[in-house]
Every structure is written in C-alpha cells, then in structure tokens.
C-alpha cells in the first residue's frame, strides 16, 4: 500500500490524536489506495445546477486501534475492488434498477451488491463519516480533520455534531507523513521514472530541424501510455525565452532547449528534465551547463538524512555562484502523489510549516527514503536554456539516484 502506515501512527501518538480524517482526493487515495479519475474533477453544481463549486465528498478514516474505512459514492464504490481497506460505507440511493432477475457475479463482486443493497441513514458523505465515527467509539475523541480538502459549511456540521470530540486540522501532518515513503510508494516512484525515462529519449531521438515540439511531446505521450502511464507534461523552453506546453514552435538549427517531461504511473509522478542540443553546444554554453553539473553534484553530496533541506538547496547555490552564475534558481522538492511534496529544497524562508497539530520550521530536515528531485535550470533571452533535473531516494548513509538518469552532458542530436 501508498500509506505509511507506521509513520502516520507516531504522529498521531506524537500529537494525540485518536483517528485522522483525510477528505481530499489525493489524501483518500494516499490513505486508502481508492481512485476514481472523476473525484478531483467533479463539482456540485455538475449535478444541482446552483449549488456550490465545492468537489463531491468523501472520506478516509484511519483510527489508531481498529481497522480504517473508507465513505465513497454508490455509484464509484466498484472502483474500491482489491483495496487493503475493506470496510467501505456509502450514502444517498444507488439508484438500482432491481426489476429484472439478477446474473451471476464473480465473488469479488458480490460484496459490492451487498453493499449497494444494505440499508443505512447516511443521507450525505458526512452522514456516513459520523456513522463510522460513532461505530467506532470515537464522538469524543481527539479526531485529526484535513480540512484543506473541506468546505467551510461542512466543518460546521461535523463540529455541530461532534461538541464532545476535539477537532484539529492536521493538514500538515498528513503532509509530513507523505513526505518519507513506504516501500510500495518508492516501487511505483521507480517505476513512473522508468517509464518517464525512455519514453522521453525515445521522443528527444526523433528531434531534427522544422519539427513541431508538440510532435515529440505527443510521441512521449504515447510511449508513456504504452507502458502503463499517464501524461503528466512535457515542457520546453523557447529561445531562453522561459518554458511553454502550448506553443507550435519548431526546431531550429541552432537551438539548445530546456526540456521538462513527466507522467504518472499508479498514482505516482514522476518529473525529470535535461537539455536537448541541436548540434554541439559553442563553449560558452558548455562551460555553463558544467557548472550547472557541478551545482547539482553538490547538492547530491549535502543530501543525507539530518541535513536541513536548504543546506542542499544552499550547496546548489553557492557552486553556481563560484562559477559566475547567479542567474539560475537550483532547487529540490520531494516528488509522491504530487508532482510536488514536501520538502521543498530552497534557502530558508523562516515560515512555519503549520497546522493545529503541527508546528515545524519549512526548513524540513531530510530524512531516509525521501525520494526527491534536484533541479538546476538556466534560461539566456535570444540563445538557449539548459536544464538538468534528477531524482533521487535519501538512504542511511546519503542518497542514491532513484533511476538510471543520464545527465552528464546534454542530448545531443545525431550523438
């Protein structure tokens, strides 16, 4: 499973909690391994014209003793087939037309009749968060809520009908347990980087002046599709003129492009960049994407567990500036369910990192089984922009690339 389920434990015991409550898709599919691709899409006014643009709710519910449960649509909840959590609640009406005689099911199927025929009180999703709540013991509890992925009005009535229970927005706390991975999440990482990765050369081979970009992006979008992925985004830079997905621009001769691509696999992002040269880079250029080499070198190296996350973003820095760069901004992020999680490797800001449960420097420490990108770009108005972004997973002793990733010298094409 996603789920971190040793480490969510230590913070609801290092914060006293009872149970978490997860109410955003990307939570409920972290807390649960449940996805349904029309949950971030889709509004409530998509279906009640006037009523708010607030997504349709669910939840994810994981108590410290006892099993979790998940509240999911009647009409989506065959999407939670094969799920580790097995206690599924639903709400409203099914909407069942039982007038003919029913066929055989397969036997993994045959719950979800069940369950779609059960009767139960949940009139909304929070009716049905409540009932498990109360099944549970847990009315009076000290309950961690993500309330990022919750309506105001909703909040209301859960706090209304709770007056016993403590209600904490634990937001960032859930934020703080994506951050360091379970072994399931880093195979899908591995994976999703995998794929990111060949795709994306096989589409760079085919670079070759008067070529539209979008066609290679759509070659990367297809290979990507062929190995089980879905497009992310494939980016590249104009002329040093910054990024775009959107133009119909074509190669020239003489172009050096900043290239950014990536797709999700199960779930999980990957994002990876590098340089695409038409011909040879002229020396200036390539004295600069060597420091831009050495600034990621340095940031592999101050990338340990125990190391705050801007003395990477720092070491990054303080290599391009030996080498007379200041016009780049080399970063980190962590990459999971998001195409960003935290850390964010940056110099340190002096925010907080904040909620009712947490309250922690952003200047987060790294700790092991991190997986985390660094990136290093450069963009010149009128010549060219050079780009280099890999990932990598935080071990013990320091950090290894999460794949085979070649970033020594720019794709050059006919090389």
């Known amino acids: 499973m996603l789920f971190n389920r040793a480490r969510a434990e230590y913070y609801m015991q290092e914060y006293g909690l009872d149970v978490l409550v997860a109410t955003s898709p990307v939570n409920i599919t972290y807390f649960t391994d449940y996805y349904c691709w029309i949950d971030p899409l889709f509004k409530e006014f998509m279906m ?60 993994s199927l045959l719950r979800f009749q069940e369950l779609l025929h059960a009767p139960h009180g ?56 994506r951050m360091v991975k379970s072994a399931e999440e880093i195979q899908r990482l591995t994976r999703s980087a995998e794929i990111n990765e060949q795709a994306a050369m096989e589409s760079l081979a085919l670079a070759r002046p008067g070529l539209a970009v979008s066609e290679m992006a759509g070659h990367y979008r297809a290979l990507a599709a062929q190995m089980g992925a879905d497009f992310d985004h494939f980016a590249f830079g104009v002329r040093g003129l910054g990024m775009t997905t959107e133009t119909g621009y ?26 695409l040269a038409m011909r040879e880079l002229p ?33 990054m820095v303080d290599a391009l500036h030996e080498r007379g760069i200041t016009a780049s901004f080399p970063h980190g992020h962590g990459v999971g369910l998001e195409v960003r999680d935290y850390p964010v490797l940056v110099p340190d800001n002096g ?13 987060l420490t790294l700790e092991a089984d991190m997986v985390l990108n660094l990136e290093a770009p450069l963009f010149m108005p009128g010549v060219g922009s050079l780009h280099i972004e890999q990932s990598y997973v935080v071990t013990p002793q320091g950090s290894r690339p999460l794949v085979d990733q070649q970033r020594e010298r720019p794709v050059v094409i006919g090389q």
């Not at 099993?67 to 069942?96: M, Q, T």
């Open 48 to 107: 009640v014209p006037g009523a708010s643009s607030n997504l349709a709710q669910a939840y994810a519910v994981f108590p410290l003793e006892g099993e979790p449960a998940l509240v999911v649509n009647p009409l989506f909840a065959a999407n939670a087939d094969e799920l580790w959590v097995k206690d599924l609640h639903i709400f409203g009406s099914a909407g069942l037309d039982d007038s003919l005689p029913a066929g055989e099911l397969p036997q």
């Open 122 to 177: 949940n009139a909304t999703p929070t009716d049905a968060l409540l009932s498990i709540l109360s099944q549970r013991g847990l009315m009076g509890a000290r309950i961690g809520l993500e309330t990022e992925g919750l309506p105001p009005e909703t909040k209301d009535v859960i706090a209304r009908a709770l007056p016993g229970a403590s209600l904490k927005n634990c937001s960032d706390l859930i934020r703080m347990v």
């Open 250 to 275: 074509q190669l020239a001769e003489d172009d050096v492009l900043y290239v950014d691509y990536g797709c999700i696999y199960r779930y999980c992002f990957s994002d990876s960049g590098t340089t």
């Open 283 to 315: 020396p200036e250029l390539s004295e600069r994407f060597a420091a831009l080499r050495a600034c990621m070198d340095a940031g592999e190296e101050a990338m340990r567990p125990g190391a705050k996350a801007s003395t990477v973003a720092d070491a």
């Open 351 to 363: 925010l907080r990192v904040k909620d009712d449960c947490v309250d922690l420097p952003s200047d």
